[in-house]
């Protein structure tokens, strides 16, 4: 008996030792998914906008977008954000179904905002639901948001949806993170290549398929790019060659992006061979259109770049591809923040990038390029005009196009 | 005597690791990944936004009870999503849950008038460099499934022969495209295996 005792004594000592440890270092992490990373359902396109910081509607419509949270993430605190002086209320379900099941769905979390209430003065109406302990199966569940917003009654009142922001906690000694969270060393770029570096010694090894060592290979993807600041180049090779403090950039491909609805809903196309996304023929509207932007907590932007073509020549209207990085404060929601507002310009069939440093970004507001995901959103926005298949003499010969393939953002961790 | 006290001690680390390991196995949080740290990355249908190309955005419908993208009848949709993995990581497995009720049938257009009477998911990268031209040799198929049943059933679909799995940000970036025809399919998400 006294043996047994003993032996619980030292189990649940060691049990307790090691729980600890797992927990001591568990940290809150937030993730803040802004209106521009909503979808509608197909139906009522004309009858929604989506502005990106919030969307609204004309009838009663439902949005929906994905919730990707490490596994086995505990969410602590979910907190809708809406304005809300109407007499309708906005409502919005957390929910999950079972991957590769027809089970039906598990509502996890109901919100609703509060109606008649106003906020347009204190800011954001809040509806959270906080202490909560929801452990995260990321590898058998798909998690999505269900928002259902009504058209205003009233004359004068609104009913917006902003964004929701959840809080969660992640074991750092037993799982490693994705991009939402401060955890980058697997996003710290090429690890194989670093890896192989080492290997031998130093000396990059060659990939047997075209005898070029992984460094070439970069220097010769870099030698093909377009990029004008010579700064930008150099951030781009570190990296990619992963010098340290230079996170992965986030590369944030066309199909992350979502229509704005009204009348705007279908002036997109994303290139269903290639990707990326383009306007409608010449003479309709460009496309424009709107992505969430997650990054870690703590980031600093480096630089913001775009891949685009832009092949019409500025002679004639809709030449350019405009580009928007903003940000709200989900406490004062007025005004906005315009981070970056740039546009490409010249004319070329080829792939090029633009980029905006982070002192331009800087001299917009101090210190904004630092991500701070508990008390802002943040998104983008994109303007492609309008491609032409056939331009007037003497062009008759060539085709132009304006494409948006990639938005990146290279970023650094402190 | 010494040899009972040893056997003794011996039975007592054996004992207590026993009861140790018991008492550590609720500490494996639930839903870990099997093949390390957040790996296998879930793609929702609610990530997915029509492509415009062949639906205006106008023909899909979200299931809010299920979770999953179909269309209206008799007609056909092009779907598609970002995919954000781990620079550096290699991909393993591509998995895609779909539901299908459309017999293979071409001749069949009232049913299915594209070509696509099974639900196609393929998991897609394109390069970024200035080299466009052929367009072709820039754009990889990195994996690529269909529905197998068509009895109305929600079922998972795998491929593990990934072509070029290493992922590398940057110079390229991933998504998937799904293809959805008629009312009677679905499509209720991706999931992908990856090792770091």
Same mark, same amino acid.
Not at chain 1, 262 to 267: A, G, I, V
Not at chain 1, 333 to 338: H, N, W
């Given at each position: 008996m006294k043996t047994r005792n003993h032996c619980l004594l030292a189990a649940v000592s060691i049990a307790v030792v090691l729980l600890s440890c797992a927990t001591l270092e568990a940290a809150t992490q937030s993730l803040m998914i802004p209106a521009a990373s909503f979808s509608a359902d197909g139906t009522d396109q004309y009858e929604y906008y989506n502005y990106g910081d919030f969307l609204e509607t004309n009838v009663t419509l439902h949005f929906h977008a994905g919730v990707k949270l490490p596994n086995a993430a505990r969410i602590t605190n979910v907190d809708m954000m809406t304005l809300d002086d109407d007499s309708g209320t906005i409502t919005m379900y957390l929910k999950r179904t079972k991957f590769g099941f027809d089970t039906g769905h598990e509502t996890l979390l109901t919100f609703t905002s509060p109606g008649n209430i106003g906020c347009t003065t204190q800011g954001l109406c809040h509806d959270m639901e906080g202490s909560l302990d929801i452990k995260v199966d990321a590898s058998n569940f798909n998690y999505w948001f269900d928002l259902v917003v009504p058209d205003d009654t009233g004359s004068g009142t609104d009913l917006r949806f902003y964004a929701v922001r959840i809080m969660y906690e992640v074991d750092d000694l037993i799982f490693a993170d994705t991009f939402e969270s401060t955890f980058t060393d697997m996003w710290d770029s090429d690890s194989a290549a670093k890896a192989a570096t080492v290997d031998d010694g130093g000396a990059a090894s060659a990939d047997p398929a075209d005898g070029l060592t992984t460094d070439e290979r970069y220097e010769e993807f870099l030698s093909h790019l377009y990029v004008e600041d010579p700064l930008a180049h150099e951030a781009l090779e570190k990296a990619l060659k992963g010098? &340290? /403090? !230079? /996170?992965s950039p986030l590369v944030i491909p066309g199909p992350a992006f979502r229509s704005p609805g !009204? @009348? &705007?809903?279908?002036?997109y196309y994303f290139s269903e061979s290639y990707g990326f996304i383009y306007g409608r023929p010449a003479g309709e509207d460009g496309a424009v259109m709107t992505a969430g932007l997650n990054l870690p907590n703590g980031a600093e932007i480096a630089f913001f770049m775009a891949f685009y073509v832009d092949s019409r020549r500025d002679a004639y209207i809709d030449g350019n591809i405009r580009f928007w990085l903003e940000r709200m404060d989900a406490a004062d929601?007025?005004?906005?923040?315009?981070m970056v507002y740039t546009q490409t310009s010249g004319v070329d069939d080829d792939i090029r990038a633009l980029s905006v440093n982070q002192s331009t970004m800087e001299a917009v507001e101090? /210190?904004?390029? @630092?991500?701070n995901n508990d008390q802002y959103t943040y998104w983008l926005t994109i303007d492609v005009g309008p491609y032409d298949l056939s331009p007037p003499d003497p062009y008759a010969d060539e085709e132009w196009w304006h494409k948006v393939y990639s938005i990146v953002i290279l970023y650094t961790m402190p | 005597m010494l040899i009972h006290n040893i056997v003794r001690t011996w039975r007592t680390i054996v004992a207590c690791g026993i009861f140790a390991a018991v008492l550590l196995v609720p500490a494996a949080p639930v839903g870990a990944g099997q093949d390390g740290f957040t790996s296998p990355l879930i793609i929702p249908a609610a990530e997915f936004e029509a492509s415009g190309v062949e639906s205006l955005g106008t023909l899909d419908r979200f299931s809010t009870t299920y979770g999953y993208v179909s269309v209206v009848s008799d007609d056909y949709t092009c779907l598609m999503a970002p995919v954000y993995l781990p620079s550096g990581s290699t991909i393993t497995k591509f998995e895609a849950a779909v539901n299908d009720l459309v017999v293979? *049938?071409?001749?069949?257009p009232a049913t299915c008038p594209h070509f696509y009477p099974d639900v196609e998911v393929e998991l897609m990268s394109t390069h970024? %460099? %200035? *080299?466009?031209?052929?367009q072709d040799t820039h754009v990889v198929t990195h994996a690529s499934v269909t529905s197998t049943q068509d009895n109305g059933q929600t079922h998972i679909v795998t491929d593990t022969t990934i072509s070029e799995p290493f992922v590398n940000n940057l110079q390229q970036v991933y998504w998937v495209r799904v293809y959805v025809c008629g009312q009677f399919e679905g499509f209720q998400g991706v999931r992908i295996h990856y090792e770091e």
């Open positions: 010098v &340290e /403090g !230079y /996170g !009204y @009348t &705007e809903f279908d002036d929601i007025i005004p906005t923040l315009t101090p /210190g904004c390029t @630092t991500i | 293979e *049938n071409p001749g069949s970024m %460099d %200035d *080299n466009i031209y052929p």
